[in-house]
């Protein structure tokens, strides 16, 4: 999801929808408009406009190893000239999942997933140090998720 410059007012009812999709994604309108207060249509509707204006996505979360990904890494990349160049041509890699501009040491961080070490290798000496303006990078490579939540709620 793209950065918005000014964040879309969310009423209570909307926010209590999406922290109700947070805990349970397949949580069936139905369920959803007991929760709180609305017809299964009303949530249904609700549910179609913070899709399509960006706001929220339902999507499937998976478990990288358990599909042959044994290789997960952020890795923190300097860049001179234009970082946004570099964030967009990181996006287009299939293997990257995760693209941030960043202040401090690294310019931007891109999280990758890779099937072994091999794939890993590859991806960074061919694809990601190969992209003009990228000066250095630094990979810190996952031994363990101990924590990944996604209901983190609204505010």
Same mark, same amino acid.
């Given at each position: 999801?793209?950065?918005?410059?000014?964040?879309?007012?969310?009423?209570?009812?909307s926010?209590?929808?999406?922290?109700?999709?947070?805990?349970?994604?397949?949580?069936?309108?139905?369920?959803?408009?007991?929760?709180?207060?609305?017809?299964?249509?009303?949530?249904?509707?609700?549910?179609?406009k913070?899709?399509?204006?960006?706001?929220?996505?339902? =999507?499937?979360?998976?478990?990288?190893?358990?599909?042959? /990904?044994?290789?997960? *890494?952020? +890795?923190?990349?300097?860049?001179?000239? @234009?970082?946004?160049?570099?964030?967009?041509?990181?996006?287009?890699?299939?293997? =990257?999942?995760?693209?941030?501009?960043?202040?401090?040491? /690294?310019?931007?961080? *891109?999280? +990758?997933?890779?099937?072994?070490?091999? @794939?890993?290798?590859?991806?960074?000496?061919r694809?990601?140090?190969?992209?003009?303006?990228?000066?250095?990078?630094?990979?810190?490579?996952?031994?363990?998720?101990?924590?990944?939540?996604?209901?983190?709620?609204?505010?």
């Open positions: 999801m793209a950065a918005r410059s000014r964040p879309i007012a969310l009423d209570d009812v926010k209590a929808i999406i922290e109700q999709l947070q805990e349970d994604g397949r949580r069936s309108y139905a369920e959803i408009g007991k929760a709180v207060g609305l017809s299964e249509a009303a949530v249904r509707q609700r549910v179609q913070l899709t399509e204006s960006g706001v929220m996505q339902v =999507v499937a979360v998976t478990d990288p190893m358990q599909l042959g /990904f044994y290789r997960q *890494a952020m +890795v923190g990349i300097r860049v001179t000239g @234009d970082s946004t160049v570099v964030a967009e041509r990181l996006a287009e890699i299939p293997a =990257v999942d995760y693209v941030v501009l960043t202040a401090g040491s /690294f310019d931007l961080l *891109a999280e +990758v997933v890779c099937e072994n070490d091999d @794939d890993l290798i590859e991806l960074l000496n694809r990601i140090r190969s992209i003009e303006g990228v000066q250095a990078t630094e990979t810190f490579v996952y031994l363990k998720l101990q924590k990944q939540l996604y209901n983190w709620g609204t505010r």
